[in-house]
T-cell receptor, first 112, second 117 residues
Framework: EPEVTQTPSHQVTQMGQEVILRCVPI?????FYWYRQILGQKVEFLVS????????KSEIFDDQFSVERPDGSNFTLKIRSTKLEDSAMYFC??????????FGPGTRLLVL | DQQVKQNSPSLSVQEGRISILNCDYT??????FLWYKKYPAEGPTFLIS?????DKNEDGRFTVFLNKSAKHLSLHIVPSQPGDSAVYFC????????????????FGQGTILTVHP
């Protein structure tokens, strides 16, 4: 069964460093999403991406965040200068046109 | 932001009995609702969904009921099994012309279900 994959599974970084989280969506999907879940809190939407551009973003997704689909298979989330409060599980999701969103296993980001 | 609320942080049920998980929403723009199941260290896994044009959707042991006037939905698991023990998230979104979820999902806080043997 096709699945969304994410790398790395865990990332530890120093405050102020840049991180790139990678996702490989399901191959025939067209819509891509990033969500995050801070420990003990609900899963929150960050950004959606369609046709090589951002279609919607939340208030969390400020200038420190960016997304890219560099090669037609990967979908990346970059945080330019990480803060302590960026520590969370980051989930990538993808969907086709008439489908529900399928989530990857997540990347646990810890900012020290 | 409390657009989707799951008021019970946890639920404990005996194996074989019914588990009922509840969810309330406030945003009238939501017309597609989903339940996801999540195990520790894994991503949310889609379980079952319902469009606002229906009031019930059933898939095996899982049934979702929607009361649109009360802005309330529930997930029934019958019979409950120990393998059902997980965090259950209710999520909501607008729908597209095809009647499925469209755009971002708004999640509830989750309910931890424990099914005892």
């Amino acid at each position: 069964e096709p699945e969304v994959t994410q790398t790395p599974s865990h990332q530890v970084t120093q405050m102020g460093q840049e991180v790139i989280l990678r996702c490989v969506p399901i191959s025939n999907h067209l819509y891509f999403y990033w969500y995050r879940q801070i420990l003990g809190q609900k899963v929150e939407f960050l950004v959606s991406f369609y046709n090589n551009e951002i279609s919607e973003k939340s208030e969390i997704f400020d200038d420190q965040f960016s997304v890219e689909r560099p090669d037609g298979s990967n979908f990346t989330l970059k945080i330019r200068s990480t803060k302590l409060e960026d520590s969370a599980m980051y989930f990538c999701a993808s969907t086709g046109i008439w489908e529900t969103q399928y989530f990857g296993p997540g990347t646990r980001l810890l900012v020290l | 932001d409390q657009q989707v609320k799951q008021n019970s942080p946890s639920l404990s049920v005996q194996e074989g009995r019914i588990s009922i998980l509840n969810c309330d929403y406030t945003n009238s723009m939501f017309d597609y609702f989903l339940w996801y199941k999540k195990y520790p260290a894994e991503g949310p896994t889609f379980l079952i969904s319902i469009s606002s044009i229906k009031d019930k959707n059933e898939d095996g042991r899982f049934t979702v009921f929607l009361n649109k006037s009360a802005k309330h939905l529930s997930l029934h698991i019958v019979p409950s099994q120990p393998g059902d023990s997980a965090v259950y998230f209710c999520a909501a979104s607008p729908s597209n012309a095809g009647g499925t979820s469209y755009g971002k999902l708004t999640f509830g806080q989750g309910t931890i279900l424990t099914v005892h043997p």
